[in-house]
Structures are given as structure tokens and as C-alpha cells.
């Protein structure tokens, strides 16, 4: 498939479909991660109790999230994964939560399992999938989410969490990962997939210098006439380069974020909802100056 070669179904997206409510994206929208993980790189630990849980649910919507973002396994570099029941034991308690106490806002689950996107379905209906692996950790995902009809988020990851950042290869970081999304794209396409979201995935399977690279070219990706998505908070790509640490990052996110802005972003996935929001803010006031 040429990588100008895109079916008109899924030309020019401009909002997604969540469990019914449309996700206008002809404004940049913000991802917030909640991870319920004892191990992820920033916040691992945080929220391990329900009352935790509820406020921080209660915070990002307060500071203007749209999606939050569901995480039960860290995908850090060299990261263990957990068993699905393992996963699903975090999942489950914080689901209930979120559908009792938070159901009008979109919710994102970050597992690249077919078998816990099924569970989830079932317990609280129509999620966001947001699959790290891009359905090559599990060959039933683009079945379950094609005939869910869920709206899928497609990320690029060069080997798996344990093992990706050892010796990451392109031959071009840009051109190889547009020829994955070509093709992946064309094979949804064909199961009848309605909304789908790509994510260049920063920092998974990419060293220093492709991370940047990445971003640079970040406006290759407009190309496929899909929202873009990025995952730049906080990331070892910032703070390696400041010669600081994950909590001294965030200075650093602000300004990532704005160039990723610049360069075609939709969609902001962030640990600091707040701060995103402004840049978004003032992102909007510069764009409307032109």
C-alpha cells in the first residue's frame, strides 16, 4: 500500500467516538494517565488506594481532562508483564469506580491484551483502546476492537517493554514506522474499524536521537489523515537530556509538548493535566493570531 493511499472512511477525522459521546478533535484534546501500577516510571505507587484513586479522577476532570487513561502493567523499559488475571485484579475495583462515581467521562484502557479489552467491554461498555504494542503482543486485538467497534489507539513499539530499548534499528525512524501504520491501517480498514488514533510511541523501542528525530518529522504522520497522539510526559528523552530525573521533567514536558503541538498533535497523553491544559490554552491564542 502507498502510504498515500488512504480509504475516505477515515479521512480527515475530526472526533472519535467514546460509549457515544464525540471527542471533538478540532481542538487538541488531553489524555490523563492514571496508573495503577506499583513499578511505572513516574508514578508508580501513587494511587493504591480507592480513596487516591477518586481524587485524582476527581482533580484531572476538575483541571480539564477528556480521556482518562486506565493503566494496570507498566510498559517502563525493561518492565515484567503481569499475568492477565494479575492485570485485571488492578482493573477491575478502580472500573467499578470509575462507572458508579465518573461514567460521563471517556475512558482509555491502556492494555495490549484482547482478553482484558473483552472484560472491560463487558463490566462498563465502550472504551478507547490504547494498545502499546499496536496489536503485535496479541494477534486477537484488531478481531476484538474491529468487532466491538471500539475506537482504537495504535502505537508504535519496536520489540517488547522488557527487551526494547537494548539496541532499537531503522534504517529511517519516520519512513519505517509510516510503512507499519500503512500497513496495520489497511488491515483494519478491512475489518471494519471506525476510529482509530495513532501514536509514534516515544521512547518505546527508540534511542535519544530517533526520539527527536521523531518529533522534528512528527508532521510526516499527517499524512495517513488520522489524529495523532503523543506520549511525551515526562519521558527518559527529556530528562537524560537535562541531567535530571522523571519528577524534574516537567519544564521540559511543557516545551515537547508545544513543538508536538506545532507539529500536528491531536491528542496530549500527560501526567499533568493542568499544565497541559495551558499550553493548550495558549497554544489555541497563537494559532488564532495567524
Not at 462507572?99 to 492494555?111: C, G, Q, R, V, W
Not at 527529556?238 to 521540559?252: F, S, W
Request: charge should be negative.
Amino acid at each position: 500500500m502507498s502510504l498515500l493511499a488512504c480509504d475516505s472512511s477515515f479521512h480527515r477525522k475530526k472526533s472519535i467516538n467514546i460509549n457515544g459521546s464525540l471527542l471533538d478533535l478540532s481542538q487538541a484534546r488531553i489524555m490523563g494517565i492514571l496508573n495503577i501500577t506499583p513499578d511505572s516510571f513516574f508514578d508508580g505507587g501513587r494511587y493504591n488506594s480507592e480513596q487516591l484513586i477518586r481524587m485524582r479522577i476527581k482533580e484531572m476532570i476538575d483541571e480539564g481532562v477528556d480521556v482518562i487513561d486506565l493503566g494496570a502493567v507498566s510498559s517502563r523499559p525493561g518492565a515484567a508483564l503481569l499475568t492477565e488475571d494479575e492485570e485485571w485484579g488492578r482493573l477491575s475495583p478502580v472500573l467499578d469506580i470509575i462507572k458508579s462515581e465518573f461514567a460521563t467521562t471517556p475512558l482509555s484502557i491502556d492494555t495490549f491484551r484482547s482478553s482484558i479489552v473483552h472484560r472491560v467491554f463487558d463490566k462498563v461498555g465502550s472504551v478507547l483502546v490504547n494498545d502499546i504494542s499496536g496489536g503485535d503482543l496479541d494477534s486477537e486485538m484488531f478481531k476484538t476492537v474491529s468487532e466491538l467497534k471500539l475506537p482504537y489507539m495504535i502505537m508504535h513499539m519496536q520489540g517488547i517493554p522488557s527487551t526494547m530499548q537494548l539496541n532499537p534499528q531503522y534504517e529511517d525512524v519516520v519512513v519505517d514506522i509510516c510503512k507499519t501504520f500503512a500497513r496495520k491501517q489497511t488491515e483494519l480498514m478491512e475489518m471494519g474499524l471506525n476510529d482509530l488514533i495513532i501514536d509514534p510511541g516515544f521512547g518505546f523501542g527508540k534511542t535519544l536521537e530517533q526520539n527527536y528525530a521523531l518529533l522534528n518529522r512528527l508532521e510526516a504522520f499527517k499524512i495517513f489523515e488520522l489524529p495523532i497522539a503523543v506520549g511525551l510526559s515526562r519521558k527518559s528523552m527529556i530528562y537524560r537530556a537535562l541531567e535530571c530525573d522523571a519528577t524534574e521533567a516537567l519544564t521540559g514536558t511543557i516545551a515537547l509538548n508545544t513543538i508536538a503541538l506545532n507539529n500536528g498533535a491531536n491528542i496530549l497523553r500527560v501526567h499533568d493535566v493542568k499544565e497541559a491544559a495551558q499550553t493548550i490554552k495558549l497554544f489555541d491564542l497563537l494559532q488564532a493570531s495567524n
